[in-house]
T-cell receptor, first 115, second 117 residues
Framework: KNQVEQSPQSLIILEGKNCTLQCNYTVSPFSNLRWYKQDTGRGPVSLTIMTFSENTKSNGRYTATLDADTKQSSLHITASQLSDSASYICVVIPQFYNQGGKLIFGQGTELSVKP | EAGVTQSPTHLIKTRGQQATLRCSPISGHTSVYWYQQALGLGLQFLLWYDEGEERNRGNFPPRFSGRQFPNYSSELNVNALELEDSALYLC????????????????FGEGSRLTVL
């Protein structure tokens, strides 16, 4: 069964600190992996996308890594800000998604940045 | 450019009633997706419409249904509401038809919060 597991479930850090969120998946074959940020009560917004051949992708203070061999991805946030408080969702796109497949969503990691 | 818009933002119903949620995709997008997000849980796929036709359906009972109109807007209907249907319902859109990509790039609306009492 295709699954995406994220850890930790929740995380509290102080403003200015770095943190790393983990995503393990069993989806195979897959074509892309995305990280979304979802503010409370809002719709998710895409942060990064990585193909199976990419190892790292940055978007400002967000850096995503991908190890296709171990089927693990991580999202590293540097110099955290209060506005980073949100749920971060890992989404795996199966290889034949555009032919009627389904995105596979993780449960999300709830990040809280405290002053 | 206007994003995905959903209405209503909040809806309160009682058990057994019906709820109708609406979604307007980004201009040029022909695919519309519906997701359910119960409190503290991840997004659960409900329905996918592309160019007026249902392309895929998640593991939800038949009382969850919907349709897509010729202008690509969509509505989600939930019949015989149950308490566990209380959730944030998110609509997303993307290019579809011959332009559909395999990158899974979805643009989400702000959601409709359904509360069933």
């Amino acid at each position: 069964k295709n699954q995406v597991e994220q850890s930790p479930q929740s995380l509290i850090i102080l403003e200015g600190k770095n943190c790393t969120l983990q995503c393990n998946y069993t989806v195979s074959p897959f074509s892309n992996l995305r990280w979304y940020k979802q503010d409370t009560g809002r719709g998710p917004v895409s942060l990064t996308i990585m193909t199976f051949s990419e190892n790292t992708k940055s978007n400002g203070r967000y850096t995503a890594t991908l190890d296709a061999d171990t089927k693990q991805s991580s999202l590293h946030i540097t110099a955290s800000q209060l506005s980073d408080s949100a749920s971060y969702i890992c989404v795996v796109i199966p290889q034949f998604y555009n032919q009627g497949g389904k995105l596979i969503f993780g449960q999300g990691t709830e990040l809280s940045v405290k002053p | 450019e206007a994003g995905v818009t959903q209405s209503p933002t909040h809806l309160i119903k009682t058990r057994g009633q019906q709820a109708t949620l609406r979604c307007s995709p980004i201009s040029g997008h022909t695919s519309v997706y519906w997701y359910q997000q119960a409190l503290g849980l991840g997004l659960q796929f409900l329905l996918w419409y592309d160019e007026g036709e249902e392309r895929n359906r998640g593991n939800f009972p038949p009382r969850f249904s919907g349709r897509q109109f010729p202008n690509y807007s969509s509505e989600l209907n939930v019949n015989a509401l149950e308490l566990e249907d209380s959730a944030l319902y998110l609509c997303a859109s993307s290019y579809g038809g011959p332009r559909i990509s395999n990158t899974g790039e979805l643009f989400f609306g702000e959601g409709s919060r359904l509360t069933v009492l």
